[in-house]
């Protein structure tokens, strides 16, 4: 009878990456591996997003200490922005959270969160709170704390410094602190004992550093005689590299951030200052036993692993087996704890790496639906000549004798359940808030990426010992270019169906062609497709029949939508009915080189809006930024937009366009506006209209971005309800060819605007103020300055988050702003 291939359920870090290639170890790195087996203490560093980690530390505890070493990021940072493509929100989070576990890989570390959503910048940690659920989030840290069982928490931000930094900074501090005693705490959340035991972890520091000081200079003046001081800047000769490289290619992984480091080679210092447990003279481990007698009955095991380390062989790994056979038996007879679990799965991947055992299940297509068989072929390769025998893969016997060099391999079917769940991220499983993610299996919690990871088991025997090896299903294929290439396997559902234009804007009362695509996961597919809209809303035809014949072919169904009369909101859903069974989900597949490809299920409907909007002016020209959906969105309403390359922006080509926008952070992210900004601005003063979004007053490629005095701060509105006062009222902007009242700025997301300039010319004419609770009130949100015969207009509203949630205020005040002069 054959195994179901089993669930992945470990915290753990192994050494093969799902979808991507895995790794294999060099002799040097074997080594470093078998002197971590003789290290028991673990680390746990703790803050709000992906990117707010010290990859210096966490490089040094794991590859210099040899610790367990861990980042808990309590949100996955899906309120940032994209600098590498167009996801946003829960998308953005799926690759970010792939960047922190694409970074670990390489620094050593093991990867958590916890079910936070990132929301957007918060101000404080109690605005932070009031959208957080914070005793999840707590519940949620106090469960990663006992299932890891930290013996050091470091904190990257300082509890007691609210409103200096992100409100999330200062919260995951606070929270951290409350935890270190919670974990301990038998009376606090004891739902979590059916999967964890109370822990208290030794110590509990603060990582502060320059940027805390505003400059390298001013921390330098710093009193740091109360702090522990670390020289991080070690260099490992094994390796060949420094901590500092490490840690560096570990920071570039936030690609989507735009975090690419340079490592800087020489002694390096961190510091840490104590918050619990008491400062210790020369190690954070000080006092706490990080040896094999930590555990019961270890102490045979280190004095075996001890001499396996003393006597290692670079030129023959395999020479340590019998030896770390010994200890692993050991170590599989400890009694249940944290420690066993943990080196039992780290010794097989020694004893795998010194027999350059290379084992391998790869399934011979990327996808299955449920209901349905796969065939898994399997290899197993002994390239030493330790006589491991292949007793069983999947259940199914084999009994083969792995003979030195000789490649053993055979094809297994395996039918997939019909009750086997699509993969797609566990958080985004079932719907959340506005602060927090819903997920209904609490020992998922923590987890950075789904348990359901199909895993193959390779049963081998050493000489009477038995040893089980898993390694994840895969699929693999030759790409001309790239050659041999790793893509994780994916259980799909049998059709996906999506509406592409996620917002569609009908600003009259013609209706509009809308397209359906749907995809097919499996061969021959019939079935019945429809859309579901209120009634006031009027869809022709009723319903549509799919009739698919190739697995995998995409085709496309029309159909008409007649909006209302009225002003009104609402979703469109396409459904397609299979067997008395609905889908009505669309598959989103995420492909970027630095991370493995991610398959998500999203809802496949789109927002439907009657708009009651005016334009002027039809032509416009957009320079793209950092990455928004403006142009798309833009479209909607009835302009022509045509996107201008850098090389592009010439007099001539820009004098054909009514106005022409800037994409989010332009100034920023495009070298060439260094000195096409002159262009621009003479298209301005003979009569054009400018609009530039939002940037960032950091890494400005020029500090000229407008023709007149402008200075931008960080000044910025996170309340998406705050009260919007029009301290212009008859300006043009705000009258034609839309009357905007208060009304407009009612259903805004995440925020108003960010990045407001504090100082501008006075030729400037702010036209809105608005302010987050407690603070003054802003009026940079908006500016526009008459330039010659037309208008430069700069903008810190987020419209690059309005406009593809459908905000009817949104598209009509920036209709206005693109209408001005006409």
Avoid at 141 to 157: A, H, S, T
Avoid at 473 to 486: M, R, S
Avoid at 514 to 521: D, E, H, L, P, T
Wanted: contains cysteine; proline residues 5%; glycine residues 6%.
């Amino acid at each position: 009878m054959r195994k179901l291939l089993s669930v992945f359920l470990l915290f753990i870090f192994i050494q093969f990456n799902f979808g991507q290639s895995p790794k294999k170890l060099s002799s040097s790195e074997i080594y470093e591996s078998i002197q971590k087996l003789n290290f028991l203490g673990s680390v746990l560093y703790v803050a709000a997003h992906p990117d707010d980690e010290n990859t210096h530390l966490i490089s040094y505890f794991s590859n210099e200490m040899h610790a367990q070493t861990a980042y808990v990021s309590l949100t996955r940072g899906d309120g940032g922005q994209n600098l590498i493509g167009p996801e946003l929100r829960e998308l953005l989070g799926v690759i970010r959270t792939q960047e922190l576990i694409q970074a670990r890989r390489i620094d050593g570390g093991i990867q958590f969160f916890t079910r936070a959503n990132d929301f957007g910048y918060s101000k404080t940690p109690d605005e932070t709170f009031a959208i957080w659920n914070k005793d999840e989030v707590l519940s949620d840290l106090v469960y990663v704390i006992r299932k890891f069982q930290p013996d050091v928490i470091i904190n990257r931000f300082d509890a007691r410094t609210p409103g200096t930094t992100h409100g999330h900074h200062t919260a995951s501090a606070i929270l951290s602190i409350e935890a270190f005693d919670l974990a301990a705490d038998k009376s606090q959340y004891p739902e979590q004992f059916a999967f964890v035991k109370p822990w208290q972890p030794k110590r509990l520091f603060f990582n502060p550093s320059w940027f805390f000081y505003g400059s390298q200079a001013a921390f330098d003046k710093v009193d740091k005689s109360q702090y522990f001081k670390m020289d991080i800047g070690s260099y490992y000769p094994t390796l060949g590299l420094s901590n500092s490289e490490i840690a560096a290619k570990s920071r570039s992984q936030h690609s989507s951030q735009g975090f690419g480091a340079t490592a800087v080679r020489g002694s390096s210092l961190e510091y840490l200052e104590s918050i619990k447990g008491g400062m210790p003279d020369s190690d954070v481990f000080e006092g706490i036993d990080t040896t094999w007698n930590r555990v019961e009955d270890g102490k045979a095991i280190g004095i075996i692993l001890s001499k396996v380390e003393k006597e290692y062989d670079f030129q023959n790994p395999s020479a340590s087996i019998p030896d770390l056979m010994k200890a692993y038996l050991l170590i599989q007879n400890l009694k249940e704890g944290q420690w066993k679990q943990i080196k039992l799965n780290e010794i097989k991947e020694v004893i795998v790496s010194c027999a350059g055992l290379y084992l391998e299940a790869v399934s011979t297509s990327e996808t299955a639906v449920p209901g349905t068989e796969i065939q898994v072929h399997i290899e197993a390769t002994n390239r030493s000549l330790i006589p491991f025998r292949l007793q069983t893969v999947m259940g199914t016997k084999i009994n083969q004798q792995l003979k030195f060099n000789q490649k053993f391999a055979v094809d297994l079917p395996y039918a997939i359940s019909k009750e086997t769940k699509p993969t797609s991220p566990y958080w985004l499983e079932e719907k959340g808030s506005l602060g927090m993610y819903q997920v209904s299996h609490p020992e998922f919690i923590g987890m950075a990426e789904n348990p359901h990871v199909f895993s193959v088991d390779f049963q081998l025997d050493l000489n009477g010992s038995s040893i089980s090896i898993s390694r994840p299903l895969v699929y693999k294929y030759n790409d001309p270019e790239k050659g041999e290439t790793y893509k994780p396997f994916f259980i799909v559902p049998l059709v996906s169906v999506n509406i592409e234009e996620k917002v569609l804007i009908f600003s009259d009362e013609k209706p509009k062609k809308v397209a359906v695509k749907v995809k097919s996961f499996s061969a021959d597919l019939k079935a019945n497709l429809h859309l579901d809209a209120p009634n006031n809303w009027k869809i022709e035809p009723k319903s549509k029949s799919v009739s698919i014949s190739t697995l995998g072919e995409v085709k496309t169904y029309w159909f008409d939508v007649y909006p209302p009369k009225t002003q009104s909101e609402t979703e469109l859903i396409p459904q397609i009915e299979i067997d008395k069974k609905i889908f009505d989900k669309h598959l989103v597949e995420i492909k970027y080189e630095h991370i493995p490809e991610q398959k998500v299920l999203v809802n496949g409907s789109a927002k439907i809006v009657k708009l009651d909007i005016q334009k002027k002016g039809d032509k416009i020209g957009y320079i793209v930024g950092a990455g928004d959906a403006l142009p798309e969105n833009l479209r909607q309403i009835g302009y022509q937009v045509e996107i201008i390359s850098p090389q592009e922006i010439t007099a001539v080509k820009l004098k054909g366009f009514d106005a022409v926008v800037l994409g989010v952070r332009a100034f920023n992210v495009v070298s060439e506006l260094s000195y096409k900004n002159k262009i621009l601005f003479d298209y301005v003063q003979q009569g054009g209209n400018m609009v530039v979004q939002y940037n960032t007053n950091h890494a400005l490629v020029t500090e000229d971005i407008s023709p007149f005095p402008l200075k931008l701060s960080r000044d910025r509105v996170t309340d998406e309800f705050s009260e919007v006062k029009l301290i212009h009222p008859h300006n043009s902007a705000l009258n034609y060819p839309n009357k905007i009242t208060e009304k407009d700025f009612e259903g805004w997301v995440q925020e108003r605007g960010l990045y407001f300039p504090d100082e501008w010319d006075s030729t400037f004419v702010p036209i809105l103020s608005m302010h987050d609770k407690g603070e003054k009130p802003l009026q940079g949100s908006v500016l526009i300055a008459p330039y010659g015969k037309g208008y430069y207009v700069y903008t810190g509203l987020s419209f690059f988050r309005q406009l593809p949630a459908g905000v009817p205020g949104a598209y009509r005040l920036l209709a206005n702003l693109l209408s001005l002069g006409k």
